[in-house]
């Protein structure tokens, strides 16, 4: 499941519904969830189960499961306005009577079956051996698309036909998008398995952190020699991605691990110089080569400008719009479709839908520096490891919300949910592993001394 969640493109079943409705391709990392479940229901129904819910999971998943009601509950909101305003439906390219249809459904059902996910990851991942290795299959599963990435880029300079049948193969009309090429740069728009380069650079922007963490501290996912090589192909493919907020969301990314090193004093001098090294690269690549240079200022300083820019603008004008006249549950989940997180929040389940998301992340925000303030990596029993995923976490985290922020709520996607749901299962570990230390570290140490 985890290895599986880029593959938004990828359909193991493709389901074509017909008429005027888009076709639906079932995705790997769906399939396997689903399996899981069926094979984890019998033995939790057995009480011998490997998911196990402890009381930091369970208020983060309830935490969780409140939003989740609040968006069930403004699917009222279509019946109560039964076509008395009219919403672009940007599959039709024209504005509709706003009524309550199979569409509301589906959206629905990708936020549930989201959390599910979240509750699932946070659950089975109890122990620092099994968060170990659910992290190297999301770093592999990163060096995979990586490299199917490049293989894209070669097919189209070598004017051989991407085949596409094998990874791009969604009836979905949003995963058709592996062909797009910005003419007048010169450049492939690289989405890989991705739906989009933007989906495709999302996703690369929380695996990244965990292995620039590994080396800056000089531990390991792999082995300190392939990590370096990791991060070099990862750092690569999301340049050549020409994805605007794949380019913005990595100078966030860099400048998070900054703040959080000085602050908590987890980096030195050299830790800053790779950083720097790595900022600086990127800079290069953007500003000064003549390539970078001209989708820089085409595609980045002047995106307002693009078409594609105009239409998010007016995206974001149309949420807000819709909220100021429906301010408690908005029009109802489903209904709108925004360029960013906040204002299609607010659209689509009004200000209860917001407040009840903010609170559930800031909720994990705030654990995590906690645990960050309380734990330190030089202390002899406490384990070291936390710092390296809770940091790493964090920052992921932060720029991936970062980028739901300028591109819209990505709930569609499996990487969003993953990531909140290891955030969650390592504050549990961490509970447990700092209450240890609170009981038995101190004396521990007197002892040594």
């Not at 593959?7 to 396997?32: C, E, K, R, W």
């Not at 059902?109 to 620092?128: E, K, P, Q």
């Not at 199917?148 to 193969?169: A, E, M, R, S, V």
């Not at 997180?341 to 389940?349: E, M, P, V």
Request: glycine share 8%; charged share 10%.
């Amino acid at each position: 499941m985890v290895f599986f969640l880029p593959f938004s493109a990828t359909a193991v079943v493709n389901f074509d519904l017909g008429g005027t409705i888009q076709g639906y391709g079932l995705q790997p990392y769906q399939l396997m969830t689903v399996l899981f479940l069926l094979r984890e229901g019998p033995k939790l129904l057995a009480g011998r189960n490997d998911l196990k819910i402890s009381h930091p999971l369970g208020l983060s998943l309830a935490l969780l499961f409140i939003f989740v009601g609040i968006v069930v509950l403004s699917l009222i909101m279509p019946f109560i306005i039964n076509g008395r305003i009219s919403i672009m439906d940007y599959s039709l390219k024209q504005y509709v009577p706003h009524i309550f249809t199979a569409h509301h459904v589906t959206q629905t059902l990708l936020v549930i079956f989201g959390a599910v996910i979240t509750a699932v990851t946070a659950s089975f991942n109890n122990t620092t051996d099994r968060i170990l290795l659910t992290f190297r299959a999301y770093v592999l599963s990163g060096v995979f698309v990586g490299l199917w990435g490049f293989l894209q880029l070669i097919f189209y300079h070598l004017n051989i036909p991407y085949p596409d049948f094998i990874f791009n193969n969604s009836m979905s009309e949003a995963a058709r998008n592996f062909g797009g090429v910005l003419e007048d740069v010169g450049m492939k728009r690289v989405s890989s398995v991705a739906v989009e380069p933007s989906i495709f650079a999302q996703f690369l922007l929380t695996v990244i952190p965990f292995i620039l963490y590994a080396i800056i501290t000089r531990k390991k996912i792999i082995s300190h020699a392939i990590d370096k090589l990791i991060l070099i192909l990862l750092s690569t493919i999301l340049l050549l991605s020409t994805s605007t907020a794949g380019s913005v969301g990595f100078i966030v990314m860099c400048f998070l691990f900054l703040l959080l090193g000085l602050h908590f004093k987890l980096f030195n001098l050299r830790n800053a110089g790779i950083l720097f090294a790595l900022f600086t690269g990127w800079i290069y690549a953007y500003f000064i080569s003549s390539a970078g240079n001209a989708y820089t200022r085409n595609y980045v300083l002047l995106k307002h400008t693009t078409g594609s820019g105009i239409e998010r603008i007016s995206m974001f004008k149309a949420s807000w719009d819709y909220f100021l006249q429906y301010p408690v549950l908005g029009v109802g989940w489903g209904s709108v479709d925004s360029s960013d997180l906040i204002a299609g929040l607010l659209a689509n389940t009004g200000i209860l839908g917001l407040l009840a998301f903010v609170v559930f992340v800031f909720y994990i925000f705030l654990r995590l520096i906690k645990m960050l303030a309380s734990s330190k990596p030089v202390d002899a029993f406490k384990p070291s490891n936390i710092h390296q995923w809770s940091t790493s976490l964090l920052v992921s985290l932060i720029t991936l919300l970062f980028t739901n922020a300028v591109t819209g709520f990505a709930y569609v996607f499996g990487h969003f949910w993953f990531i909140l749901g290891m955030a969650i299962a390592l504050l549990t570990i961490s509970s447990a592993s700092l209450h240890y230390y609170s009981l038995f570290g101190e004396h521990m140490i007197k002892q040594r001394r």
